[in-house]
C-alpha cells in the first residue's frame, strides 16, 4: 500500500468558485477533509478539478498547461490553470466545449454532453501534464464518469497502469445524455457491458460500470438503488454490483453552519445557551409578520419546491391540522405549480402561514435558528442537508424514512420520522411532536441530543479513505 495516495477528485461544480447545489458543498469541503487526515502512515494528496466555466471566481490562477484532444478530424485545444486553496491544489479545465455554455448546467443536453464528454477526458490528460499520477480518480455524478470509463478503456488499449476509481452517486436519476457519437468522435469505443440496452451510452451508468467502487450519499440509499422504485432501472445492474457498492454519508461544514458564531442570527447560542435561542424565534416572527407567540410551533420548510421533496404532502397536512394552533414559514423555488400552491396556502392562512419562493441563504439560517421544527417529507433523499443543519441550530426535523433521512435522524431522540408518503403520515408525526413539545423539558433534551450529532466531513473523510485504501491494487 503506497504511504502517499495521490486522488485526483472531478466535480462540476465546488465551493467557494461556483455553487448551484448540494454537490457544491460536498466537493468544496471533502477534497480538503480527505488532505486533513493525513497522517504519518499515510499521505492524502487530494487534487481538485472543476470545469473553469464562465461564472466561476477564482483568483490567481496560473497556467499550468496547453494541449490538445483528437475529435474526429479536429483537435480541441485544453488549457489547464492552478490555484491553490487552504493548501489544496485546485486546478480548470478550459476549452471551447466548456465556453459554449455560460452556466455550470444547461437545458440543452448536447451543450452538456459535449462540454462534461470534454472536461472529463481533458481531465484524464491533466496528470502528464503537471507530472503527476492519481492512485485513485473520484468522480462525482454523470458530469465527470465519463473520466472512469475513459481511464478503464485507455488501460485495456493502451495499457496504461491501473488507476483505482470511484463514483459517487449523489441523485442517480440525472445520468446524462447520449454520448455514443461524442465518444466516438474522441476515440473511445462503447464497451460490451452488462448494462441494460439504454444505459449503454449514458454518461453515469457507463461510469459506474466501469468503477471500482460506487458510493451512494448515505447507507439508506445505497440499499435504495437496489430497490425497481429507486434503482432508476439500474437495481439489476446494481444488484449485480452490491459487494462494490457502499453508503457514505455526507458531511456538514460545521465551521459554516455554527449557530454559536453565524453573523445572520440575531442572537446567537450554543447547546450550553439554549435559552437564548427563543429571541431568535421572536425576530423570526417579526420579521414574518407572525404574531410573536413563544408557546405556539412554528414549523418550517426550507426545501426547492419540487415533487421529490414532498412539499406537496406538507401542504395537504397543513391544511388538515386548521384545527390546531400552529404557524409555518416555507422558504423555496422551483416548480411553479408548487410555488402556486404555497402562496394559495398562504392566502388561505394569512396569520399562520408566510412563504418566501426565492434562494434566501440568509433567512434559511435564521429558519433554522428560530424555527421549532423543520419538515422534510421528501419522496426520496439520497443524503439531505438542511436535516443536519436544522439539528445542529436546534430546530427539530420530522423526515421520512427515506435516504439519508433516516440514516442521519433517531426518531424521539433527535427527531421524528414518518414511512408512508402520505400526509396522513406526516401529520401523525407532527401530532408527536406537537405533545413532546408541550414538555419543554423533554423538548430541550430533544434539541440538545440534535445539537450534539457529530455530522463533521473527517467521519466520512475516513471512510473514503478505507475505500480508497481497499481498491488500490498494490
Known sequence: ?????????????????????????????????????????????????????????????????????????????????????????????????????????????????????????????????????????????????????????????????????????????????????????????????????????????????????????????????????????????????????????????ETSFNPAEDAALGVNFDITSLEKRAINKGLLQERLGLARESDTPLLAMVSRMDVQKGVDLAFTALKSMKKLNWQAVILGTGDPKLEEAALNLQASYPDRVKVQTRYDAGLARQIYAGADMLLMPSRYEPCGLSQMIAMHYGCVPIVRAAGGLNDTVVHGKTGFIFEKIHHMSLMGAIKTAFKIYGDKEKWQAMQRSGMAQDFSWKNSAKKYLELYQSIIKP
Not at 44 to 65: I, M, S, T
Not at 78 to 104: C, H, R, W
Not at 172 to 182: A, C, E, K
Open 1 to 253: 500500500m503506497p504511504k502517499t495516495i495521490n486522488v485526483l477528485f472531478l466535480a462540476a461544480e465546488a465551493e467557494p468558485f461556483v455553487k448551484v447545489g448540494g454537490l457544491g458543498d460536498v466537493a468544496g469541503s471533502l477534497p480538503y477533509a480527505l488532505r486533513s487526515l493525513s497522517n504519518e502512515d499515510v499521505t492524502l494528496d487530494v487534487r481538485l478539478v472543476l470545469p473553469y466555466h464562465p461564472v466561476v471566481k477564482a483568483d490567481n490562477l496560473k497556467p499550468v498547461g496547453i494541449f490538445s484532444l483528437k475529435r474526429g478530424d479536429a483537435e480541441i485545444q485544453v488549457e489547464a490553470f492552478e490555484t491553490v486553496l487552504k493548501g489544496m491544489p485546485v486546478y480548470f479545465i478550459n476549452g471551447d466545449p466548456i465556453q459554449a455554455n455560460g452556466s455550470v448546467y444547461s437545458s440543452n443536453s448536447k451543450l452538456d454532453s459535449e462540454k462534461y464528454a470534454f472536461f472529463s477526458l481533458a481531465a484524464l490528460e491533466l496528470p502528464r501534464q503537471i507530472n503527476w499520477l492519481p492512485d485513485v480518480i473520484h468522480g462525482n455524478d454523470w458530469h465527470t464518469a465519463l473520466s472512469v470509463y475513459g481511464s478503464l478503456t485507455k488501460r485495456w488499449e493502451e495499457g496504461a497502469r491501473h488507476v483505482a476509481s470511484v463514483i459517487t452517486v449523489h441523485n442517480l436519476p440525472f445520468m446524462g445524455p447520449d454520448v455514443s457519437t461524442i465518444l466516438e468522435s474522441y476515440g473511445l469505443k462503447l464497451a460490451q457491458t452488462d448494462l441494460p440496452d439504454w444505459a449503454r451510452v449514458m454518461p453515469m451508468p457507463l461510469g459506474l460500470w466501469a468503477s471500482d467502487a460506487i458510493v451512494a450519499v448515505s447507507p439508506t440509499y445505497a440499499s435504495e438503488l437496489l430497490q425497481p422504485e429507486y434503482g432508476c432501472g439500474l437495481n439489476e445492474f446494481l444488484q449485480s454490483r452490491r459487494e462494490t457498492l457502499h453508503g457514505i454519508i455526507n458531511g456538514l461544514d
